[in-house]
């Protein structure tokens, strides 16, 4: 009999839980999307879990880019990469090349980005240090490199006194340094010191830095190029990874090289470059359609429009002095609340008054940082936040209270 693991049935029990509560694995009863509320079990809830920040995967442009693509080219061209694109490829990743300002190479996902990516750049006789939240994709990846025997280690999040001391250490044992990280993180939605990480490899040429930008992608930038590239535009030993299936409002990924060689060695040797199947016409379509809204001028007026809701709910929470985790300018917020059934009692209450939010348990975050979990997207009027802000104030005391009692 197949024994499962002690890792496999803590995730199982946990996501079991949420799912028991209606917390986890839902789907929508919506006949028709709006973007500002989902219908789950009959109840239509304000909607502050979408990551399509910009609220674009609505706009008129990309539904006809894609009933365009779709038109032209089918529902689908069944061939790697390796011997064919389909023709909207070309233009594509010319229009990303324009708007990130590198070398720019379009992937199926940014999961498989990863993973075509780090087993070509990281070889043999470099070393991997990881921050200790870079999102599990990029852990997924690096465990390709770490069978490799690649040496791999974690620092602290954004510790970067540890980050210099283990760099300088590092580097007289190996040939590259690669440090790993996220622009955006996912969960608490604070930004990486994108800048003083610029200033380290300045100092250690060595050192290189790969960034997972998945969820800085438009809302900030020029040409809405996101968090990372806004900060540090693309250089030597730096490479970014980015989404076009979140605020982008389309689908796929994308690896911003700083020159053509790099860009020319993941294309011809990543993996899912060669063996995963492509960006589907319908995708491509929405892309080009989506790409050609963050070169315009429009993309600034977008950009406004979100940071007025953001600056809105920061302020908000600030009023009411709830525990965020982290105040920046990024859409994502995360409020701590500790333990896991604390975490589950807001979340249905919320879901209780109209609003869907995230249960945020392990491992998307560390055992004892449980909380709830919500996002801010254009759909979302200042009325809506102000009422989600006043709710979780109002239920906060309640389920400390109901988690004293139930330990009593």
Aim: aromatic fraction near 8%; charged fraction near 20%; include cysteine.
């Amino acid at each position: 009999m197949k024994i499962k693991s002690s890792w496999t049935s803590t995730i199982d029990s946990i996501v079991n839980e949420g799912v028991s509560h209606g917390l986890a694995q839902c789907t929508t009863d919506d006949a028709f999307y709006n973007g500002r509320t989902v219908c789950l079990n009959g109840r239509h809830l304000l909607n502050f879990a979408l990551c399509s920040y910009l609220g674009l995967e609505l706009d008129s442009r990309l539904k006809q880019g894609t009933i365009d693509a779709v038109t032209r080219y089918g529902t689908q061209f069944a061939v790697s990469r390796g011997y064919l694109s389909a023709t909207p490829y070309t233009e594509l990743e010319a229009m990303l090349e324009e708007l990130f300002g590198g070398y720019a190479l379009a992937t199926p996902t940014t999961t498989l980005g990863h993973i075509a990516a780090l087993p070509v750049l990281i070889q043999e006789g470099d070393v991997i240090i990881l921050d200790q939240m870079v999102h599990n994709s990029v852990q997924t990846a690096v465990k390709l490199v770490q069978a490799q025997g690649v040496p791999v280690e974690t620092l602290l999040h954004g510790d970067l006194e540890m980050l210099e001391e283990r760099v300088s250490a590092l580097s007289k044992q190996y040939r590259h340094v690669w440090y790993l990280t996220d622009g955006v993180y996912s969960m608490f939605g604070d930004l990486a010191p994108v800048e003083e990480l610029g200033k380290l490899l300045k100092r250690y040429e060595q050192l290189h830095l790969y960034f997972d930008d998945a969820h800085g992608m438009s809302w900030t930038g020029k040409h809405g190029r996101g968090y990372v590239l806004d900060c540090l535009p693309i250089q030597e030993r730096m490479v970014v990874a980015t989404s076009m299936c979140k605020a982008f409002a389309a689908g796929g990924g994308a690896l911003i090289f700083p020159n053509a060689r790099m860009h020319r060695q993941v294309k011809n040797c990543g993996g899912p470059m060669i063996f995963s199947g492509p960006i589907q016409p319908p995708m491509l379509g929405a892309a080009i359609a989506s790409a050609c809204i963050h070169l315009s001028p429009e993309i600034l007026q977008l950009q406004k429009e979100l940071q007025e809701r953001v600056s809105l709910c920061n302020r908000l929470l600030k009023e009411y002095d709830l525990p965020l985790a982290a105040s920046s300018k990024s859409p994502i917020f995360y409020i701590k609340l500790g333990h896991p059934q604390v975490a589950a009692y807001m979340v249905e209450r919320l879901m209780n008054e109209g609003f869907y939010t995230n249960y945020a348990v392990y491992p998307a975050v560390s055992r004892r940082k449980s909380g709830v979990r919500f996002t801010v997207t254009r759909h979302l009027s200042a009325e809506d936040i102000h009422a989600l802000v006043e709710a979780i104030a109002c239920n906060l005391p309640l389920v400390q209270k109901a988690r004293l009692r139930e330990k009593a």
